[in-house]
């Protein structure tokens, strides 16, 4: 049996574990050395990215911060709190002092202040920040053209329009400078070329207005025609349509706007003046029928008013209907004693009914008139005719001579006259 070996018996053995533990020792180490390093530089990784993180969100406080106040203070300066819009804007000021929008802010409220050099210096400021800050361009210009600077206003709202041509505001402003200017021809193209098309009704309807003070009324019906169609329900304009046609004399189309209007308008919204225009242009257009009616709906909101059924007199006689228009301008006599033009219309229903002695009595109120002595003075040779007293004739109308004859109010009767009589 052999003999265990001792470990003096083995001293290769022994070194060799002694030296690879030792390596393992070392082997060990350089790992911790080597984790600790790099456990020691995530660690300054991570204070980087945290302060990082901090920086950001005090930036993005910051700028929410900015996005929160800068539109309080603008509603703030809307609602004429220009004092507290002034201290909201100034902490917009400090945390942003090179935002564009906040050098515009700051020029609104300069003007709301009366101090227009230091705002046009802060309008400016913010083009110098930002070139295509349309804002920017835009208050300026209304700065500008507030001080009648209408061509630098031009220059700038044309800035304004290029830099945002959906802005409805920006256009607008800019054709309505260009109407300043006398510029209509350049104006009307303008409309034409550029906003014909659109299909937003504000500006149409703008645009619309801006032809029609250039006595372009054509153009400014077919834009309002346009902008209806978008939007067939609007008050304001259909009332502007409405005046075109008027100014047009187009009395019938004037009417069919001002029906319309009656339809689409809230209850006893401007019914009362929707009404009387309606039954002017009924009058105007000659459709005296239509005119009653229109008059006699009024009536019934104006009872009492003498100038309602002395028009729905007018009409009656327009329309053939004498006796009515004799009992109509009675009721305008009751409301309103001794009125001469009540008086007109009433000897001519009597006339015209061949009631000539109370035609007479009626005329003889005119003829003391300055306007109607003429109508009156020929009214009364023409009842003495019918009564066959010549010499009373011939001497009103040498009266009547001596005056103004040539009145509408004669041309009408003439005219109803020729109706009313086979």
Known sequence: MSRPVSSRSRPFEHRTDFFRRRKMDLKQRCVLAVTFTASLILAGGCAQTESAKKEALRQKYADDSLAVRLPVAADLLERGQVAQARKTLNECMTAEPDNPMVHVLDGRILCAEGRLNQARQAFE????????????????????????NHNDALEHYQQAVRLNPEHVGYTTALIDTLALLDRCS????????????????????????????????DEAVDLYKTAIRFTPHDIGILEALADCYRQQNNWLNAAETYETLLQVAPP??????????LASCYFNAGQ?????????????????????????????????????????????????PGWIQ???VLGAAQYLKGDYNEALRSFAYLRGDDQLAGFGWFMTGRCYAQLDQTAKAQSAYQQAGSRNTDSPLVSHFLNAEQTSRP
Not at 197 to 211: E, N
Not at 268 to 277: F, H, V
Not at 290 to 315: F, G
């Open 125 to 148: 400021q913010a083009i110098a920040l930002d070139a295509e800050c349309d804002a920017a361009w835009f208050h300026l210009a209304a700065l500008e053209q507030s001080q009648d």
């Open 186 to 217: 350049e104006t009307t193209d303008y409309i034409r070329t550029t906003l014909s098309r659109s299909k937003d009704s504000t500006i149409l309807a703008q645009a619309a207005s801006v032809c029609a003070r250039c006595g372009r009324l």
């Open 268 to 277: 006893k919204t401007a019914q009362e003046t929707y009404l009387t225009s």
């Open 288 to 336: 005296y029928g239509q005119a009653l009616k229109s008059y006699d709906r009024l009536s019934t909101i104006r009872r009492d008013d003498p100038d309602v059924w002395l028009n729905m007199a007018q009409a009656a006689m327009g329309a053939d209907r004498i006796d009515r228009a004799a009992d109509n301008a009675r009721r305008a006599l009751t409301l309103k």
């Open 342 to 344: 009540a008086y007109a």
